[in-house]
């Protein structure tokens, strides 16, 4: 049986039906965008050669994968750090369920990880007891309002001030109708240092983790993530295998462009280097493959594991601003998501490779320099290969391209179509065209171009 | 097979045999006239202060003068930082701390455990003093991690400004979870 | 120097005016332009849709009339585009590989291969381009505002040739206007609005006429256009580097 799945174009025309907020969140992300722009050309000289340095070293990753992995893992055992495998979503949250039911532990607090998101973590951590409450703010609000984050790095940047108004006075107890966001983060703020001074474990993610020296760096702007870790007794980090940069000097290239790319800030406020665990307090690593090792396998879309999480491609895609983060039905969404997704699910995420028009943005804003629209037209076809196209869509391909490869039946098709456009409108502009509905189709010529060719020129 | 193993191999079968060399950095080495004043634009524009001292004893007045409650510091003239249980600095107003070096580029301290005493000291506290020497800003990331080098901290961190968040409709707050101002006192010997 | 004219379907079927102006313009500039008579499409929407393992009956086609010319040229940036990435032949392979390198986009032609720095046209209105996204990042027809690299525009300094035309600046200059090939009917929504928004950048700075490289997203604009009953005109690139 298959499942009634929500699909990118039906979800997108339910955000679309308030055209108002559509606008609003197109130009929210777009400002992201420009600011973005502004940061690169603060190194404009070096900005396309760093891209390129953080790509080249990213293939090295991808080559060396797991000889980087056993290195990171003996230098990080050596550090005092415990190094766990999790080779998918499940095996990853039994292991942290794990984890924390050793220290006794039933609340846990937790900084922005899209892996966690990408695992459903906390789902699987209520239903066993364990209550969690996320740390960055954005991931906070929309805990409290029971939603998947639609933005990799504004979590809930489809939610007005208004909405987070709302859900604090509700579950904070702020003042009815004081949307101003000063006043909305100062009071998160005393309600999250209060979760912070009480939790004896903390999780947060990885973003680069250092095969070198078994060190990773986790980046924020608000200190979440170290607030978590450094009052807790156990720190558990969580990583994507991908995750992995051969050496600490490399920190260099990829922290020049990570903050600039994602928010258009020189550097995220804080950068933090966890090498070895404070002294009394437990430090573990889990390392997750959850399909990063399938697509490592797949020659056209291994590039998508260079990923940094950086978001940019979800601020410039027009469709993305155009249809929200939730259309995409998975905890990365945007044009990266669309990538990663069919790899996790080619069923349920069959319909994400066509929510673009492969206008190529994405690919050129990618700091890691994903070919993220090449490899949308390569899901396309994998996709039909591996059977999750439609039978009304091979059906209608098969027919458009024996018309298109018949020289006289293209002719005579054309012909027969644009006479019953000028004679029959009403068969071709009704409400079963998808075109017609908010679109006139182009006015047929009686002549078309070779016709008129073979009047004018060939004698 | 363990997890570790099963990853392993997959990872092995799956891998690229291209040779994928790493690159040469060295060519995005500039050098920058004055690195103090581009650290000063860069860390006043995303919200910090940064403020030039004729000497410490200076910094010390400056600070008394400007932040009232619990100072803490792991520098002569203020209560010892502390080295128990981080919960112990919940209500300390201020914190301050001396930078190993900064970066010009994007206005970042950065500093070690052993300069830090207690990790959660330069987070914890409601506001962060550091101080720098003029000579110990670098022009960029890349001259940063070189001086870093092999160094052997446990714990170490570049920080940017204050604590903040941009998270409600991308109006920016200052002062999300840490410190809500960043002082850098620049001691320019 | 042989040319031969490439015209894409839809512009054969709805839009000959766009292959007159560019026959015509070529003819203008000197090239000894012919037009295969057996020509169809490029394949493009088979192979947008995933189905590219079925574009090999118009590859095949497409190689056997365009064989014998010196340049392909033709005024759709995203067919273009199509041809260059993507023409295989079982018959001809390497013939077939030969010519993705032949194949240019009307406005890279007049540039790159016939070098114009004049044109005898002119077009006294004021006009927004259009920057298609298959035709400015996949065939790098303009600088795009994603990198950090100096500005170029070739229509751009084409248009710049056409005297009286008075060229707007837009306030996002290469953002997509959501055609999209089959995205435009099967993600009808998402589509239409980022049409309507391109559109509205347009109209904001008062253009006259809105023009560009591919018709296809010309074609989709003004349906958006007619819709709303706009006096703002459609023109392809060619018509009005061919007006006088």
């Not at chain 1, 020296?213 to 007794?233: I, Q, R, S, W, Y």
């Not at chain 1, 066509?354 to 070919?371: D, E, F, H, M, R």
Request: charged residues 20%; aromatic residues 8%; proline residues 4%.
């Amino acid at each position: 049986m298959t499942k009634t799945l929500a699909q990118h174009p039906d979800l997108a025309d339910r955000f679309n039906r308030d055209e108002n907020r559509v606008d609003w969140h197109d130009q929210t992300l777009w400002w992201v965008r420009q600011k973005r722009d502004r940061a690169a050309h603060t190194l404009e000289t070096d900005w396309e050669a760093l891209r390129q340095a953080a790509s080249d070293i990213k293939d090295n990753v991808l080559a060396n994968l797991a000889d980087y992995l056993e290195q990171f893992e003996r230098a990080a055992q050596a550090n005092g750090a415990i190094v766990h495998w999790a080779t998918d979503a499940a095996e990853h949250n039994r292991i942290v369920l794990g984890l924390l039911q050793s220290v006794g532990a039933t609340r846990m607090i937790k900084s922005k990880s899209m892996l966690t998101e990408e695992c459903d973590l906390n789902d699987f951590l209520a239903q066993n007891g364990i209550e969690v409450i996320d740390t960055d703010l954005g991931e906070r609000i929309i805990q409290l309002a029971e939603e998947g984050p639609s933005h990799i790095v504004m979590p809930c940047i489809h939610k007005k001030k208004e909405e987070i108004s709302d859900l604090f006075h509700e579950h904070l107890g702020t003042e009815a109708g004081n949307a101003d966001p000063q006043y909305l983060t100062e009071a998160a703020r005393g309600h999250l240092r209060d979760k912070f001074l009480t939790r004896k474990a903390a999780l947060t993610g990885v973003n680069f983790a250092i095969a070198e020296t078994g060190e990773f760096v986790v980046c924020t702007n608000e200190g979440n993530a170290d607030m978590g870790a450094h009052l807790a007794d156990i720190h558990i980090a969580c990583m994507g295998m991908e995750k992995i940069i051969p050496q600490r000097a490399h920190l260099g290239v990829f922290l020049r462009l990570l903050a600039r790319s994602a928010t258009g800030q020189p550097i995220t406020t804080y950068s933090s280097h966890f090498r070895r665990p404070a002294a009394g307090k437990a430090l573990h690593i889990v390392i997750v493959d959850n399909g990063r090792s399938r697509q490592l396998g797949r020659e056209e879309f291994r590039n998508s594991l260079k990923c940094i999480r950086c978001g940019a491609c979800m601020n410039t895609c027009p469709v993305y601003r155009r249809s929200g983060g939730h259309s995409y039905h998975n905890a990365v969404g945007g044009p990266i998501g669309a990538i990663l997704a069919p790899n996790l699910d080619m069923h349920q995420f069959a319909d994400l490779p066509y929510a673009s028009t492969l206008c190529g943005s994405c690919s050129n804003v990618c700091p890691v320099k994903i070919n993220i629209h090449e490899q949308l037209y390569l899901w396309r076809q994998e996709l039909t290969r591996s059977g999750h196209a439609t039978q009304g869509k091979k059906a209608a391909m098969g027919l458009a391209a024996w018309v298109l490869s018949n020289p006289r039946i293209y002719r005579l098709a054309g012909k027969m179509g644009r006479w019953a456009m000028r004679n029959l409108p009403f068969s071709i502009n009704n409400r079963f065209n998808p075109w017609y509905k908010q679109r006139e189709l182009p006015a047929p010529p009686k002549a078309s171009f070779r016709e008129w060719y073979l009047k004018n020129r060939v004698k | 097979m363990s997890s570790r193993a099963e990853i392993l191999a997959a990872v092995r079968k799956n891998q690229p045999s291209s040779p994928a060399p790493l690159p040469d950095t060295q060519k995005f080495w500039h050098e920058v006239d004055d690195v103090y004043a581009q650290f000063n634009i860069i860390l006043s524009g995303i919200g910090g202060k940064v403020l030039e001292i004729k000497n410490w004893e200076a910094g010390q007045e400056y600070l008394k003068e400007h932040f009232n409650g619990r100072i803490v510091s792991t520098l002569e003239g203020f209560e010892p930082l502390p080295e128990s249980d981080p919960h112990a600095l919940a209500d300390v107003e201020l914190c301050v701390l001396q930078a190993q070096f900064a970066v010009a580029e994007n206005g970042a301290i950065w500093i070690t455990n052993s300069a830090l005493r207690q990790r959660a000291a330069a987070f914890i506290p409601q506001h962060l003093a550091v101080l720098l020497k003029k000579s110990d800003i670098v022009p960029t990331m890349h001259h940063a991690y070189a001086r870093i080098g092999s160094a052997d901290y446990d714990f170490g961190v570049f920080i940017a400004g204050p604590s903040k968040t941009a998270d409600i409709e991308q109006s920016l707050v200052l002062g999300a979870h840490g410190p809500r101002t960043m002082t850098v006192l620049v001691l320019n010997e | 120097m042989k040319v031969g004219l490439f015209i894409p379907c839809y512009v054969d079927q709805f839009y000959p005016q766009v292959g007159i102006a560019t026959l015509e313009l070529l003819e203008k500039l000197g090239c000894e332009v012919g037009f295969p008579l057996q020509q169809t499409c490029c394949g493009q929407p088979m192979a947008n849709s995933g189905f590219s393992h079925l574009s090999s009956g118009c590859d095949e086609n497409f190689v056997q009339n365009f064989r014998d010319f010196d340049y392909i040229v033709g005024p759709s940036g995203s067919c273009v585009l199509h041809i260059k990435e993507h023409l295989h032949s079982q018959a001809a392979p390497a013939e077939a590989d030969q010519m993705r390198l032949r194949v240019y986009e009307l406005c890279e032609f007049l540039i790159d291969v016939l070098k114009v720095a004049t044109l005898s046209a002119r077009f006294p209105q004021r006009v927004g381009l259009h920057q298609s996204c298959h035709g400015q990042r996949g065939l790098f027809l303009s600088s795009m505002s994603e990198r950090m690299e100096p500005g170029f525009s070739k229509p751009g300094q084409l248009l710049g040739m056409v005297q009286d035309l008075d060229l707007v600046e837009l306030t996002r200059g290469d953002e997509c206007c959501g055609f999209g090939g089959t995205f435009s009917v099967m993600e009808e929504a998402v589509s239409v609005k980022m049409g309507k928004d391109r559109l509205a950048d347009h109209l904001k700075n008062q253009v006259e006429v809105i023009t560009g490289a591919d018709m296809s997203c010309l074609m989709h604009l003004e349906g958006i256009l007619r819709r709303q009953n706009s006096p703002v005109k459609i023109k392809h690139i060619a018509e009005i580097l061919n007006a006088n």
